[in-house]
């Protein structure tokens, strides 16, 4: 029984350090000032994530073929060139969401999408040609479908706060093609391309 009373006790010692870790850090981080240009509401948010993610398609309209190029499997190859088709139409499909708003189309430079399409970039450098470099790919092409999935998630829902029903349906249109896409690529590596890539 004394034990069993001695065992909490050293537990309760060990709880007050642990809070005053975490106050300390609360105290010392600091809030980021905004730009000049800052978003001030929702619509604001939303229009310059619009011109994110349209300056992300069209980005990777030029990315795709290259990754087209060093590509090997014939079922990944039609899969990458079907996708090229899809990106160019939901290009064409934000100009009409900022049209469809009355605002002109604008791409703002995603840094996001450039590190994904930079990492893709030197995935293919540091593979060799064959399965293993087809595996890299198909895991680069995963990591921009997982980035756009997440972007037209969250627009969908801006629009949809801020009643766009034109907009929200172009986006939900958008990010179903995306998902597909996701399971065509996780499809592939599973069936043949992982495998191989041992």
């Not at 240009?37 to 948010?45: E, N, P, R, S």
């Not at 939901?90 to 703002?108: N, P, S």
């Not at 030197?122 to 470099?133: A, D, K, L, N, Q």
């Not at 986006?171 to 399971?183: F, R, S």
Request: proline share 3%; with cysteine.
């Amino acid at each position: 029984m004394a034990t069993t009373k001695s065992q909490p006790a050293a537990a309760k010692k060990t709880s007050p350090a642990k809070t005053s870790t975490k106050t300390s850090t609360k105290t010392t981080a600091k809030k980021t000032p905004a730009k000049k240009d800052a978003a001030k509401d929702l619509a604001d948010l939303f229009e310059d994530s619009l011109k994110d993610i349209y300056w992300a398609e069209k980005a990777l309209v030029k990315a795709l073929p290259k990754m087209m190029k060093n590509a090997t499997n014939e079922k990944l190859k039609a899969a990458i060139e079907k996708h090229l088709g899809e990106t160019e139409t939901h290009v064409t499909r934000l100009e009409e969401c900022f049209q469809a708003m009355g605002k002109k189309a604008q791409a703002k430079k995603c840094d996001a999408m450039q590190g994904i399409l930079d990492e893709g970039d030197s995935i293919v450098e540091e593979t060799e040609p064959g399965s293993v470099r087809d595996a890299g790919i198909i895991a680069a092409a995963q990591k921009v479908e997982h980035y756009e999935i997440a972007t037209y998630g969250t627009l969908a829902a801006f629009a949809k706060i801020l009643e766009e029903k034109e907009v929200l349906q172009n986006l939900l249109t958008t990010l179903e093609e995306e998902k597909k896409c996701d399971e065509l690529l996780t499809s592939l590596a599973d069936i043949n391309l992982n495998s191989k890539a041992k």
